[in-house]
Structures are given as C-alpha cells and as structure tokens.
C-alpha cells in the first residue's frame, strides 16, 4: 500500500460521539486524500491536503474536518457521528500535482450504530 | 457512478482469456486518466494511466487506449488470470483541478 497505514482498521461507535481517523505516510508525498466509499456511490472525495496545514474541500465535507499538522499525518474528524457516515474510509497520497497517480491506504471501516 | 455494491457492472471471462474493461468520461476538460483494482476488502491498487497526449499506453499485460473523439478509455487485460478477478474503475482529472474523479466499476470475474 505505498507506505500507507490507517488506523483504526475497524470501529464501531454510537450516534453522536466524536470519532478521528488517521492516515499515515512515509513517502513524503506533498498531497493527501480522504475519500469514502459506499455501495451506489463508488469513491467520492471529502478533503484533501496540498501541503502541511493546506487543506481544501472536497465533493461531501459536510460533517467532517482534518488537519494536517505535519507531512505524514493527515486526520479525518467527525465531530458528531450520524449514521450516513457508516462507510469505508481510506486515504490517498500523490507526490504529483492536479491529483496524478494516487496511492491508496488499506482503508477503515466506520459503523455508526 | 457505482463502484462498488450490487448493480456494479459485471464481465465475466474464461481464465486465459482477453478482458476489455469499458469506461466513459463526460469532460473534454480531462487530461489524465488512470486505471485502479480493487480486490474486496482492499484500498484500491494503481494499474496504470494515460495523459491525453497519447492514445495507447501498455503496462505489463495492460494495455489502456484512449478515444478522445468519443470521450472513452479501456483497459485491457492479455491473458487473464484468477488473480485478476475484481472491481476495475477509471478516474479522470479536469486539467487545473487537485482531484480526481472516479467513474463507475467494473466486476471482473474470472471462469476457471
């Protein structure tokens, strides 16, 4: 997964609870991704980071912050979990600018009960 | 677009045979494509891409052409093997923009 880890892999929380998700790389990449996959909807982008503390939104942000406090880490908060966040979660990084030859984490999976 | 779930679009081959896996893009604006798999319960794996530069880009036993004519790339697999069976989508980037955007999957399953 060119050297890309998420954590946790799996996790299940209750409606309302804050929840962070966290990507990690050693690539030393410049860009950073967070998507979600849903049956129906394929990959959809929700943030992404061209630098350390440059973020921008992406297509469905609603709900959700990061941050990007240092190169390798790029975290995804939902404040207050709902049940429309239940879904998969994974990372992406790219050393290459206009989102070229994006790599992708192994993913998390996020049940909100 | 679907690329994951139950009305993904299915092809089903014979293990030795050619695949050709269909995708089709709406932006004339879109200069760079690129290929992922995805095998279940994985982040999906780059294949290859394209720039819209070039018609034709082969990898080892993938061969992408690009038809910018009618706004369509393929991926296409030589000797298909168990291994290849999963979910294929196509992403396209809009000339200027940071991001990419995925189009629907293709299930790929392979007969023995």
């Known amino acids: 997964d060119a050297g890309i880890t998420q954590s946790p892999r799996h996790k299940v929380t209750e409606t309302g609870t804050p929840v962070t998700l966290r990507c990690h790389q050693t690539e030393n990449h410049r860009y950073m991704y967070w998507y979600r996959q849903d049956p129906g909807h394929g990959l959809r982008l929700i943030h992404y980071s061209y630098g350390v503390k440059d973020t921008d939104k992406g297509e469905v942000s609603d709900g959700y912050s990061v941050s990007r406090s240092k190169t390798e880490d790029f975290l995804l908060t939902l404040e207050s979990a709902t049940s429309s966040q239940t879904s998969v979660y994974f990372c992406?990084?790219?050393?290459?600018?206009?989102?070229?030859?994006?790599?992708f984490g192994p993913g998390t999976r996020l049940t909100v009960t | 677009g679907e690329s994951v779930g139950l009305h993904l679009p299915t092809l089903s081959v014979q293990e030795g045979d050619n695949s050709i896996i269909n995708c089709a893009y709406s932006?004339?604006?879109?200069?760079?494509f690129i290929w992922y798999k995805q095998e279940s319960g994985k982040g999906p794996q780059f294949i290859i891409d394209?720039?819209?530069?070039?018609d034709k880009r082969q990898g080892q036993r993938v061969t992408v052409l690009l038809n910018k004519t009618v706004k369509h790339l393929s991926l296409q697999i030589a000797a298909t093997q168990p291994g290849d069976s999963a979910v294929y989508f196509c992403a396209e980037n809009i000339q200027g923009a940071q991001k990419l955007v995925f189009g629907q999957g293709t299930r790929l399953t392979i007969n023995p």
């Open positions: 932006n004339s604006a879109s200069d760079y």
């Open positions: 992406a990084i790219s050393e290459s600018q206009g989102g070229h030859e994006q790599y």
């Open positions: 394209i720039r819209s530069n070039m």
